[in-house]
C-alpha cells in the first residue's frame, strides 16, 4: 500500500468514526463548554437504548403537575420509580402534536404532552386495555 493510499484508507476510516460516535466523544474540548447535567441525559424510558445518540436538548424534564407526572412515570414501564429533577424522556417517545412553539421561537413541549411512542410493550398492553 502507497503512502496516499494509506492516508484515504485512514480517512474513510475517520469518516466512519465520527458517523458512530457521539460528537462528545470525538471532541472532548467540546464539553468544557456543557455543564454536567448535559452530558448525563438518559431517557427515563424502560429499554430506551437508542437515547444515547440523542442531542441533549432532546431530553424533556419531568412536568411539575402531579397527575401528569404520574402518568410520564407509569409510561415508563418502571416499577417503585420515582423520577427526579434529572429525570428526562427524550424526543422519540412524544408525537408532533406535543410540540409546540415558544415565545423565543423553540421547540417545546406543550402542557398536556404525554409519552406515546417506542413505549416498553408491557406499557402499552396496559394502556390498551384500559381504553
Ligand atoms: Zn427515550
Known sequence: MSFSQ?????????????????IAMVAPELKQNTDDTEITKTCAVLGCEESKNIDSELFFRFPEDANLRQIWTDLTGRNNWTPTDYSYICVQHFSVDCFECNADNMVVLNSKAVPSLKLPKHVLEVIFLSV
Open 6 to 22: 494509506g492516508l484515504i484508507k485512514m480517512k474513510e476510516n475517520d469518516d466512519s468514526r465520527a458517523k458512530s460516535t457521539p
